[in-house]
């Protein structure tokens, strides 16, 4: 018997120490912080799904999903359908045979009854190897840094309402508080102000309700456990210093989801990642009515250089009669939406700048040594298809309900020798596909 209780407890020993990467037994008190974050997180399954690459999928009821854990949704009446029909124009570039759909690696071990929504457990693991609990699931706070156009030109940005709007290096905090004080079109360049290191196309200039596109993906390289790599789509709406994001696409963040696999994400915020929104469903807010895919799930293939290339087409749209803002995946499949009604100000009319590209984050960023992380495939935007990242099929969608190209779009790059942008045009009549990547580290980008 003593030799049983003793197997035991080193058992209990090795798994205690398992839940910290670096080695650091965490006390007593941070566990039962964690454990109980956990019962808020990890809402009762009616059913759980072992997936082959390790993630444990909750079915969970519609009505008990974290969402409703937000104090402004305590009655909130789900919305299972969008009220609109998106109707695409007439010259939308037919899909290549080369591109393949991909799906969600969980999908081939089980699938979740009606009434249920799949959501990807959070392990005691995942909670420790955040900075804080507070932080968990969060980006970290913008930063303010020189930026680049990487579009040739007179070094204007672009037409917004048919006039040019100049923009020189980013502000930094002691002349924000003015900076927001000017007329919108000088707000821009906040706007475009990440939590790391981006290269997008953009547009603004409207107000916008939708936007999509297909978006080429990839398993990029990420150098260290605090990095991460994405390629997406944001809405954004408000003043620069405290604007409002919607987005989603994939991402490799080995910090959050503790591996290196490429997983389908959304986001939020609402005070340009200070306190509130997070990834998929690690706080509340985003409503989720799809029983077939699960935010943060890993995705099951990627793309090859001069091999096979991989697309997720992913959307998200206003609805105009209940201000929800529907994810999309595919053309068919809607995900969930954000309730901008209840969660949101600026973005609860419309969002008045779209981007579409990558961003990475690191510590490592603007300085030197730079991160070695890579954006899209690792290559620069140049490398073009079958090297480079793309996004395909851009489109915004105003009130018309009408998918179509923006009238007006530019390129924008924060590091041009470690990662860049290229809205390439192979010829007349057809629109434009934005390239994007690069392998941060190198000899330019020392």
Same mark, same amino acid.
């Given at each position: ?12 020993? @090795? ?82 045979? &080369? ?71 980013? @502000?930094?905090? #002691? ?30 200039? =409207? ?20 990095? %991460? ?51 998929? @469903? ?7 009515? #799809? ?11 990627? #793309? &090859? ?17 209940? #201000? ?12 969930? =939406?954000?309730?901008?009604? &209840?969660?949101?100000?600026? @973005? ?10 990558? *961003? ?18 690792? *290559? ?39 990662? &860049?942008?290229?809205? %390439? ?9 934005? =390239? ?11």
């Amino acid at each position: 018997m003593a030799k049983l209780i003793s197997s035991l407890f080193m058992v209990l020993v @090795l798994s205690y120490l398992s839940n910290r990467v670096d080695g650091k037994v965490p006390s007593k008190e941070t566990l039962e912080n964690v454990d109980r974050k956990l019962k808020l997180l990890n809402k009762p399954a009616v059913k759980s799904i072992q997936s082959e690459d390790g993630d444990i999928i909750d079915c969970v009821d519609i009505h008990k999903q974290p969402a409703f854990d937000h104090p402004a949704l305590r009655n909130h009446v789900i919305q299972m359908r969008p009220s609109f029909d998106l109707q695409e124009d007439n010259l939308s570039i037919k899909k290549e045979s &080369s591109k393949q759909v991909v799906t969600q690696t969980w999908q081939r071990s089980g699938s979740c009854p009606e009434g249920t929504v799949p959501i990807r457990r959070m392990r005691r693991q995942d909670l420790l190897r955040a900075t804080s609990l507070e932080q968990f699931g969060r980006k970290p706070p913008q930063v303010f840094f020189p930026s680049n156009r990487t579009n040739q030109g007179d070094g204007s940005f672009s037409y917004i309402n048919k006039t040019k709007a100049t923009l020189g290096p980013n @502000l930094n905090r #002691s002349i924000r508080k003015f900076y927001c004080q000017l007329p919108n079109a000088f707000r821009v360049q906040s706007l475009l102000t990440t939590t790391g290191t981006s290269a997008f196309l953009l547009t603004l200039g =409207y107000n916008y309700i939708g936007a999509k596109g297909e978006i080429n993906v990839w398993n990029p390289n990420v150098a260290s456990p605090d990095d %991460y790599s994405t390629a997406q789509i944001w809405m954004k709406g408000g003043p620069g210093d405290d604007f409002e994001s919607l987005e989603s696409g994939w991402v490799v963040n080995p910090k959050l989801y503790g591996d290196k696999r490429t997983r389908f994400f959304a986001y939020w915020t609402t005070d340009a990642y200070k306190k509130t929104g997070c990834f998929d @469903l690690t706080c509340s807010g985003f409503v989720q009515t #799809s029983r077939d895919f699960a935010l943060g799930g890993a995705i099951d293939s990627w #793309s &090859s250089k001069s091999g096979r290339q991989y697309y997720i087409t992913v959307g998200i749209y206003m609805d105009p009669k209940t #201000s929800n803002w529907w994810l999309k995946y595919a053309d068919d499949i809607t995900v969930g =939406y954000w309730p901008a009604g &209840s969660l949101m100000f600026y @973005l609860n009319h419309s969002s008045t700048l779209v981007q579409w590209g990558g *961003e990475v984050y690191s510590p490592n960023v603007f300085k030197t040594p730079h991160t070695k992380t890579a954006m899209g495939s690792g *290559e620069f935007a140049r490398g073009l298809f079958g090297n480079a990242c793309y996004i395909n099929n851009v489109r915004i969608v105003d009130y018309s309900l009408s998918l179509k190209y923006p009238e007006w779009v530019d390129t924008w790059s924060d590091e041009d020798y470690c990662y &860049s942008a290229y809205n %390439y045009i192979e010829r007349y009549g057809v629109y434009p596909v934005i =390239y994007f990547g690069g392998p941060g580290q190198n000899h330019l980008c020392p």
